[in-house]
C-alpha cells in the first residue's frame, strides 16, 4: 500500500516521462526515415526531368495492369512494366513541351474522326460521319458522369464513361503529337550520294592478299604475367565495360519440403489397402458392415470421386490421349485388370482397366459454316447475330434432310478452303480443331448430320467416313498426391532451425558441406526478385539490400511450395567500377594478349610474307575478294583491323604487324579489283534513307533517356 502510495504522488511524473519516451521514439523513427518528415521519396517513386509519378497513382496503374493480364505478371514484372511506360511517356512530354508540339482542337476533332467515323453512333442516316452527333455524345458523357453509355464497335457494345472517354482522347493526340515529332525528326534523315557510293564499293570493290599469322597461342599464358596495377590501369581506360549497378552477392542453402521414402511407402500402401473390401464399425446400426474396396464396388465414379485427388474420367481414350508413363503397360490390360501403385506427374496412381473399345483415329467430315458477326477469323462484311446464324444453320439442315443435295447448298458456307474440295475435311483426333467440331465427328457415327456450333460459327456437319480403328480404353484411377507428411514438414523445420543455430557459432560453408547441402551463389541488383528454380523472392532481396543487414549475416525465408532457404550475404558492391578481382575474369586475357602483341611484333625482323613466315613457324596463306564490308578473313575468322588495313594498302605492298584479334598479322595486297562505277546511285539512297529513318525512332528515344534526369526511387518506395 505504501508503495502505491508513493506512485500515486509521482503520476504526474510519470507522465510526463511516458510521454517524453513516446515523443521521442516518434521523433527517432522519423529522423531514421527523414523523408517521411519532408514528404520526400517515400511517396515518390521516381522523378523523371523534375516531374515526380506518384506512389498511389502507380501502385493504382500497376493493379489496373495486373487485373488485365490475369495474373500473369508478377509484381515486380507489373511494376516495371508500368515504370517504363510512365518514363517514355513522360520524357517525351518533355521534349514535346520544350518544342512547343500540341494538338489544337480542330485536329483533335480530326484526330477522333479518323478514329470514330465507322462507329454507328456518329453517322448520320447515309452512314456519313457527323461531327455534331459526336460533340452531342461527348457533351451527354460529362453530363450523366460518372454513369456510362454505350458505343458500338465491331458489333459489340461497349460501356464508356466520361473518363475512360477523355483518357481515350489524350491517347489519341499523344500518338499524334508523338507521330508528328517523329515525322520531323525523319525529314532531316537522308542520305548523300557519296555516302551510297561508299555503301556500294563496300560491297563492290574487293582485294586479294597473302598474310602470316602468328597466333597468340604460339606464346604460353605461363611467360606473361599480369600485376593488378595493370588490371586496374586496363579498367579505367575500359570503364564502359567495367561499370556495374550496385549489386549484393548472396549464398543460400535449401530445406525442400519433400515426401520422404517413408512417406511415399505410406501413401502406396493407402492405396493398395482400398483395393481390397474392408471392415468398418457402423455406430448408428451397432453393426460391422462390409466397405466395397476398388475391386469389388459397384459404383466407380463414387468410389473414384471419393478416395481419389483426381476425378473420374468415363471416357475412352485413345493412344495420343493417355498422358501416363504407364501408358504402354496399360495398353496391353483386359478389362478387369490392375496395374500399379506407379509414380506419375506427382502422384502414386492405382489404375484399372475397366472397358475397351476400338476407335477410329481418323474422320472424313464435309461441311457448311455459317458465320456471325464477332466470331473467330469472322469477315468484317459479316452481320449476321449469333442467334440468327443458327436459325440459318437450322434452315439449311432442314433443307438437306427434306432431299437437297448438300452439293447444291455448299455455296452457303463461308469456308472457302474446304469449299474447294466439296466442303470435305478429313483429319485425325489429335489434329488441333474445334472441340464442338471434333467432338461431334468422332462421337457420332458415318452419315450422322447435324448443326453443331464453335467460335466459329455454326457448321452443318455430315459424317462421311471413319478409320484407321485402334483399342481405346476407358480407365479408373485411384491417385494420391506425393506430398510430404507432417513429421516430414516438422523434420525439414527442425533441419532449418538446426542448421540456422549452427551457423551462428560456426562456419556456414562448413556446416553445409557436413549436412551434404549444396550451397548456391547469386548475385542481386536492387530491382530484381528471381531466382533460378525459386521464383519471384522479393523478401531475399529487401534483406540484402537492407542497410542494417552486414556481410556475413544470414537469414531464413520461406518459399512457398519448395519449403525454405537460408540466405548469408556475403558481399557488397556499389555502383561504380568493377572490383580488380571481378574484372580481372574478362581483363587478364586482353592484357596478356596486348603483351603478346609487342613480344610477336619485337621478334618480327623479316620484311616479306614468306621470310616472317618461316621464321615463326608458320605457312603464308591468302584470302581472295576480301570486301571491307565483310570483315571475316578466310582462315582466321573476323578480323577487322587486319580487312580495314588491307584497303589502305595500294597493290603489292606489305603492311607493318598488326594486331588483330587472334594473333598478329602482316599481309600483302596482290591485287586490287576496282568496282565499275554505277551511273545513278538513286536506288541504293533510297535503301539506305528507309533503313535509317525506320531506325530513327528507337533510336531518338533512346538518346532521349539517356540525357534525362532520372531519379529511380522504386526500391525504396514500392519494392
Known amino acids: 500500500m505504501a508503495v502505491l502510495n508513493k506512485i500515486r504522488q509521482r503520476s504526474l511524473v510519470l507522465i510526463l516521462v511516458i510521454a517524453m519516451a513516446l ?74 513541351e520544350a518544342l512547343g508540339l500540341s494538338v489544337e482542337k480542330d485536329e483533335m476533332r480530326d484526330l477522333l474522326k479518323n478514329s470514330f467515323s465507322s462507329y454507328p453512333e456518329f453517322q448520320d442516316a447515309n452512314g456519313v460521319f457527323d461531327v455534331n452527333r459526336l460533340n452531342a455524345y461527348i457533351s451527354n458523357l460529362k453530363d450523366i458522369s460518372p454513369e456510362v453509355s454505350t458505343l458500338t464497335t465491331g458489333g459489340q ?63 604460353a599464358d605461363s611467360l606473361v604475367k599480369v600485376s593488378k596495377s595493370e588490371i586496374s590501369d586496363y579498367i579505367k581506360k575500359h570503364e564502359d565495360k567495367y561499370k556495374v549497378d550496385e549489386s549484393r552477392e548472396v549464398v543460400y542453402v535449401e530445406f525442400k519440403e519433400e515426401a520422404s521414402k517413408a512417406d511415399e511407402d505410406k501413401i502406396k500402401a493407402n492405396l493398395l489397402a482400398l483395393k481390397n473390401d474392408r471392415l468398418e464399425y457402423n455406430e448408428s446400426s451397432k453393426n460391422t458392415d462390409t466397405i466395397p474396396g476398388f475391386s469389388s464396388t459397384d459404383n466407380l465414379e463414387e468410389f473414384i470421386n471419393s478416395y481419389s485427388d483426381i476425378k473420374y474420367n468415363d471416357t475412352f481414350l485413345r493412344n495420343a490421349q493417355i498422358q501416363s508413363v504407364a501408358k504402354d ?4 490390360l483386359n478389362v478387369g485388370d490392375f496395374y500399379g501403385p506407379y509414380k506419375d506427374a506427382g502422384y502414386y496412381k492405382l489404375s484399372k482397366i475397366v472397358e475397351t473399345k476400338q476407335l477410329a483415329d481418323s474422320v472424313k467430315v464435309r461441311h457448311i459454316l455459317v458465320p456471325f458477326a464477332g466470331g473467330s477469323n469472322a469477315d468484317p462484311s459479316i452481320t449476321k447475330t449469333y442467334e440468327e446464324a443458327k436459325v440459318t444453320a437450322d434452315s439449311i439442315l432442314a433443307k438437306i434432310k427434306s432431299g437437297t443435295k448438300f452439293m447444291d447448298l455448299l455455296e452457303l458456307s463461308s469456308d472457302k478452303v474446304s ?131 552486414d556481410i556475413g549475416e544470414f537469414k531464413n525465408f520461406p518459399v512457398s511450395g519448395f519449403g525454405f532457404i537460408v540466405a548469408k550475404l556475403v558481399e557488397k558492391n556499389e555502383e561504380g567500377l568493377m572490383s580488380i578481382e571481378d574484372a580481372s575474369i574478362t581483363a587478364i586475357p586482353e592484357i596478356r594478349k596486348e603483351k603478346k602483341a609487342k613480344m610477336i611484333r619485337d621478334k618480327i625482323t623479316a620484311t616479306s610474307i614468306d621470310d616472317i613466315a618461316k621464321n615463326n613457324g608458320q605457312s603464308p596463306r591468302t584470302a581472295a575478294a576480301v570486301t571491307i564490308k565483310n570483315t571475316t578473313l578466310s582462315g ?20 607493318k604487324p598488326i594486331d588483330g584479334e587472334k594473333g598478329v598479322y602482316v599481309i600483302e595486297v596482290t591485287k586490287i579489283n576496282e568496282a565499275t562505277k554505277l551511273d545513278n546511285y538513286t536506288a541504293i539512297m533510297n535503301r539506305l534513307n528507309t533503313e535509317r529513318k525506320s531506325a530513327v525512332q528507337n533510336k531518338v528515344y533512346q538518346a532521349l533517356e539517356k540525357a534525362a534526369d532520372i531519379e529511380d526511387n522504386r526500391a525504396k518506395t514500392v519494392y
Open 23 to 96: 515523443f521521442a521514439f516518434v521523433i527517432g523513427d522519423l529522423f531514421k526515415n527523414s523523408d517521411a518528415l519532408t514528404g520526400g521519396s517515400q511517396d515518390v517513386v521516381a522523378t523523371i526531368n523534375g516531374k515526380d509519378i506518384g506512389r498511389t497513382e502507380f501502385q493504382q496503374k500497376v493493379k489496373n495492369y495486373q487485373d488485365r493480364s490475369g495474373g500473369r505478371q508478377t509484381s515486380t514484372q507489373s511494376m516495371n512494366a508500368i515504370y517504363n511506360q510512365e518514363l517514355r511517356k513522360i520524357i517525351l512530354e518533355t521534349e514535346f
Open 157 to 219: 457494345p461497349i460501356s464508356v464513361n466520361y473518363e475512360v472517354w477523355t483518357n481515350n482522347e489524350q491517347n489519341i493526340a499523344a500518338n499524334a503529337i508523338q507521330q508528328t515529332y517523329y515525322n520531323m525528326i525523319k525529314a532531316g534523315v537522308s542520305t548523300t550520294i557519296s555516302e551510297a557510293e561508299d555503301d556500294y564499293f563496300g560491297d563492290a570493290k574487293t582485294v586479294d592478299m597473302r598474310y602470316v599469322q602468328i597466333p597468340y597461342t604460339s606464346i
Open 329 to 332: 503397360t496399360l495398353l496391353k
Open 419 to 549: 469449299n474447294e474440295k466439296d466442303g470435305e475435311i478429313e483429319f485425325a483426333y489429335n489434329a488441333s480443331m474445334a472441340p464442338e467440331f471434333k467432338a461431334f465427328s468422332f462421337d457420332n457415327e458415318k452419315g450422322d448430320i447435324d448443326v453443331v456450333g464453335t467460335s466459329f460459327g455454326y457448321h452443318i456437319i455430315e459424317i462421311l467416313d471413319k478409320y484407321s480403328y485402334n483399342k481405346a480404353i476407358k480407365v479408373a484411377t485411384l491417385a494420391d498426391e506425393i506430398e510430404p507428411s507432417e513429421e516430414t514438414l516438422s523434420q525439414v523445420f527442425n533441419d532449418m532451425s538446426k542448421f540456422e543455430i549452427a551457423a551462428k557459432d560456426g562456419d556456414f560453408n562448413a556446416l553445409a558441406k557436413e549436412r551434404d547441402l549444396a550451397i548456391k551463389p547469386i548475385t542481386f541488383k536492387e530491382l530484381d526478385e528471381n531466382i533460378p528454380g525459386l521464383g519471384s523472392q522479393r523478401e531475399v532481396v529487401r534483406w540484402a539490400f537492407d542497410e542494417d543487414t
Open 636 to 655: 582466321a575468322g573476323v578480323e577487322p583491323k587486319v580487312v580495314g588495313a588491307a584497303f589502305g594498302l595500294a597493290q603489292g605492298s606489305t603492311s
